[in-house]
């Protein structure tokens, strides 16, 4: 499993897409962020708290986590190394651990800059004005296990096809609708109901909840739940794939 993460993790970064997709990242974040002005913007909100990057991240990870695992199982299979992998002594789930692993490391170190918003939110911010940093270290757990239900998804997504780009598409497309789907169908008033709400099954209800400073174990458990059943179903895929 070591060997396939390293593999993963060293791969990412061997050739320009690597450095591209991270850069990418960082500066559609930093402009959301600081710089265009909208509901995203740090500025415009009038007091300095990290609420606006939060909202933002989700938007962004729909897209850039996909694009980190679109080759994790696509690209050994157009290289026809997926059967040699599956040879080896290493079992299925090792592999798809490995990968899991791997590419959520290299989102984890994309993510890292954006600390030091934490420093200059505290410049900015009015003398005597206390930071709620319980809240900023909530949400930052949150993002955390946002990433970990993306990139199995991603992982998922790629070992339906050879084909990169629509691994990319696939992954995009599954992200967005465990994100937002519910709430979209919630927002219907013949589905709208206190008692049978679909919001609670989605991503964005969970992750909101933790973003404001609630760390309840139902939401742990919800985002363990979806990153578990998505590798389960790489699994199931890359079992078929030997049959």
């Known amino acids: 499993m070591l060997a396939i993460f390293l593999k993963e993790f060293t791969g990412f970064f061997s050739s320009a897409i690597g450095f591209i997709v991270a850069g990418l990242f960082l500066l559609a974040t930093g402009i959301l962020v600081w710089v265009l002005p909208g509901s995203f913007n740090i500025f415009d909100q009038g ?3 990290l609420t606006p990057l939060f909202e933002v991240l989700p938007w962004i990870f729909c897209v850039f986590i996909p694009a980190i695992c679109m080759r994790s199982f696509a690209e050994e299979k157009k290289q026809g190394t997926l059967e040699l992998l599956l040879t080896k002594p290493i079992s299925i789930d090792q592999l798809i651990a490995g990968k899991f692993l791997g590419s959520l490391s290299l989102s984890m170190i994309t993510l890292l800059p954006t600390l030091f918003y934490i420093i200059s939110i505290s410049a900015l911010s009015a003398r005597g004005v206390q930071i709620d940093y319980g809240v900023i270290f909530s949400s930052y757990v949150g993002v955390l296990l946002l990433m970990c239900c993306f990139t ?3 992982i998922f997504a790629s070992c339906l096809t050879d084909n990169t780009l629509i691994a990319l598409v696939i992954g995009i497309f599954l992200s967005v609708l465990s994100y937002f789907g519910s709430v979209g169908l919630n927002s219907i008033p013949l589905l709208d109901s206190q008692l049978y709400t679909l919001e609670y099954f989605s991503l964005s209800y969970h992750f909101q909840s933790i973003s404001r400073g ?7 458990i919800y985002f363990i739940s979806i990153s578990f059943f998505f590798l389960v179903l790489t699994h199931l895929q890359l079992k078929s794939n030997l049959k």
């Open 47 to 49: 007091y300095a708290n």
């Open 214 to 220: 609630i760390l309840d174990s139902r939401n742990l």
């Open 152 to 154: 199995s998804i991603g």
